[in-house]
């Protein structure tokens, strides 16, 4: 009994958070746009009435039914429900269990995911079997289920940079074929269908049924007791900003310049030493972009992928990046720097040190930083500058539902996955949101709103998940060489890139 009420409190609690955190609304109608010259707000993200964090209006007064997916009755006669997931170790820094063996009332997520999944199992008469394997195992084992005409899994959870190999040879169904899936209900994650479906397919999708696209946004940590030390402004002032529409890479620059030091004073900048303003990982070049709303490749009117980082904005916003980057006096990075060895050469133990002031990394890095004996606060990614209408929050890669090909019942399986993204919407959300993060791990009210603007706006990257023709990573090696070039290394990829591109775009147009 303390349990229920303990979640019901928990629930209440993020509803309220939720309320007062709703999104803004969907930029202008740019249907009439230039494929080749879009701004930021004609891009794959310009979508912003972000379903992850707004409760249906229409039953705010009546809460109860806000996870109410209202789906019929259903027996299934003790059915065991074959999920494919990925292993821990494919992904050790996150969530990505969907089933626990036995109630766990010290961890309060493995508690609420064990009582959703008994909740559904019981109501529906059903099983979950989660049956895991690495990374690659699972999307070899897919393709040999189908090419075989095998109905081996209901469901597979792949990580989304495995999907190319997957759709590649029609081996998924189009979610939007599922009867009882409803993607624009809140459980389904960022507008789902808006960013992953190609020819108004969507083969896969994102749901509160898993954790991995929480724990793998990008967020800025913010070291407050060493903002104090040196006498910068505090969290309190960066909310403020935040909310103001004000926190960019102006101020961002400002802070993290401001806080770089010379420890040892030998006159040189050493990375196992130094104090510097921001520590991060060599991702940070794609996440910078992404959180300056601009992509290498975005979706037109049709619903198509177009090339799109030939615009001015995304020349200007590389440059100004790469920029940022190249001062090697107060950024210093994991894996490009020589920061240290084991332990000592990984960011959180640079952060954790006091070390830096700021600290780009993926949101589950909060748990890893539990025990850091500074304060710190939780930010979105810095705007590029204050005409950028929202903020953007990186999205590094993450685990994804999927429904092979060779599933013998589509109805079933779009009833009990809406279900258990209810289910999960109403027990592990709260669970995860303010209890795993908020009250172990966060320091203060203030980063419980921040948390709210990163997790309603992510962006995805579509050619970071489909490599499309080397592109991505191409322009990721010009940043780290601080190489403002940008024209050549498009101009040197763009017809394999496009030629890629269209190779998916067949793909998607095979599925039935």
């Not at 960019?248 to 806080?259: G, N, Q, S, V």
């Not at 009990?416 to 009250?439: F, K």
Request: proline share 3%.
């Amino acid at each position: 009994m303390k349990k229920i009420i303990s979640v019901i409190i928990l629930i209440c609690i993020v509803f309220s958070a939720f309320i007062s955190c709703i999104s803004c609304a969907k930029s202008d109608d740019n249907s009439n746009a230039d494929k080749n010259n879009n701004n930021n707000n004609d891009k794959n993200n310009d979508s912003n009435d972000n379903n992850d964090s707004s409760p249906d209006d229409n039953s705010q007064d009546a809460p109860e039914n806000l996870f109410d997916p209202g789906l019929p009755e259903a027996d299934y006669d003790g059915y065991d429900f074959r999920i494919l997931n990925i292993d821990q170790d494919s992904m050790w820094w996150a969530i990505t269990y969907i089933d626990v063996e036995a109630e766990d009332t010290a961890e309060v997520v493995n508690d609420a995911i064990y009582t959703r999944n008994r909740n559904m199992e019981e109501k529906y008469n059903f099983n979950i079997n989660e049956i895991n394997m690495s990374r690659s195992a699972l999307a070899s084992a897919v393709k040999k289920s189908v090419g075989a005409g095998t109905d081996d899994y209901d469901v597979a959870i792949p990580y989304t940079q495995d999907i190319p190999g997957i759709v590649q040879n029609n081996l998924l169904v189009d979610l939007h074929k599922v009867n009882n899936l409803d993607f624009s209900k809140p459980w389904w994650t960022n507008d789902v269908s808006h960013y992953f479906s190609i020819d108004n397919k969507i083969l896969f999708a994102m749901s509160d049924f898993i954790l991995t696209d929480n724990d793998d946004v990008v967020i800025t940590m913010y070291n407050k007791k060493l903002a104090e030390a040196i006498g910068i402004e505090g969290a309190e002032v960066l909310y403020q900003l935040v909310d103001e529409g004000k926190w960019t890479l102006d101020k961002f620059t400002e802070l993290t310049k401001a806080a770089a030091f010379d420890t040892n004073g030998n006159g040189k900048v050493d990375p196992q030493e130094d104090r510097f303003g921001l520590v991060c990982v060599s991702w940070l070049y794609a996440a910078m972009l992404g959180g300056f709303n601009e992509f290498i490749v975005s979706k037109d009117s049709d619903d198509l992928p177009y090339l799109s980082c030939k615009s001015e904005r995304f020349l200007t916003a590389y440059q100004t990046m790469a920029e940022y980057m190249s001062h090697r006096d107060w950024v210093v990075r994991e894996g490009d720097d020589n920061i240290g060895t084991g332990e000592a050469g990984r960011t959180e133990t640079v952060f954790v040190n006091d070390r830096a002031l700021m600290c780009v990394q993926v949101l589950s890095c909060c748990r890893l930083y539990k025990d850091m004996g500074s304060d710190f606060g939780v930010l979105p990614m810095p705007k590029l500058d204050e005409n950028q209408e929202k903020y953007c929050s990186y999205m590094c890669g993450s685990t994804c539902i999927t429904i092979p090909k060779t599933n013998t019942n589509l109805d079933r399986t779009g009833l009990i996955l809406e279900a258990l993204s209810a289910e999960s919407r109403r027990l592990v959300i709260p669970a995860y949101y303010e209890v795993a993060l908020g009250a172990k791990y966060l320091r203060d009210e203030g980063s419980f709103k921040m948390l709210d603007i990163v997790l309603s706006n992510r962006v995805y990257e579509l050619c970071d998940i489909y490599a499309w023709g080397g592109l991505s990573g191409a322009i990721s090696n010009l940043g780290k060489k601080n190489d403002l070039n940008l024209a050549s290394v498009i101009e040197k990829n763009e017809d394999k890139t496009i030629a890629a591109i269209q190779k998916t775009v067949d793909a998607y147009n095979a599925v039935d």
